[in-house]
Nanobody, 128 residues
Framework: QVQLVESGGGLVHTGGSLRLSCLVS????????MGWFRQPPGKEREFVAA???????????SYTNSVKGRFTISRDNAKNTEYLQMNSLRPEDTAVYYC??????????????????WGQGTQVTVSS
């Protein structure tokens, strides 16, 4: 059984920063494509960022346009953890943020339906 546990959410002012973490247990973390999604109030879950499996010492990343240049996704296979560093936060970034794991070799993986495991979510609130 794979478990994903997010942490690091909270309340910040516009322009502030937060770092989300997602600890994965139960399977080989390095085999998964990892991603972050968010669900704003009253809206559907949407893709934020993804990081590929590490091959030949490198990995690939993908971002939705609205967070490019502000958010950075990363992974540490030794710690079974993925991260989302969020800078220059805006009120429209307010949402519940979910980490997700996708088994297999497809890339990029941006649809919720393509992910096999999900965390419980962590609230991020950005005040104006």
């Amino acid at each position: 059984q794979v478990q994903l546990v997010e942490s690091g959410g909270g309340l910040v002012h516009t322009g502030g920063s937060l770092r989300l973490s997602c600890l994965v247990s139960g399977r080989t973390f390095s085999n998964y494509v990892m991603g972050w999604f968010r669900q704003p109030p009253g809206k559907e879950r949407e893709f934020v960022a993804a990081v590929s499996r590490i091959g030949l010492g490198t990995s690939f990343t993908s971002y939705t346009n609205s967070v490019k240049g502000r958010f950075t996704i990363s992974r540490d296979n030794a710690k079974n953890t993925e991260y989302l560093q969020m800078n220059s936060l805006r009120p429209e970034d307010t949402a519940v943020y979910y980490c997700a794991a996708a088994d297999g070799t497809r890339w990029p993986v941006t649809r919720p339906a393509d992910h096999d495991y999900w965390g419980q979510g962590t609230q991020v609130t950005v005040s104006s």
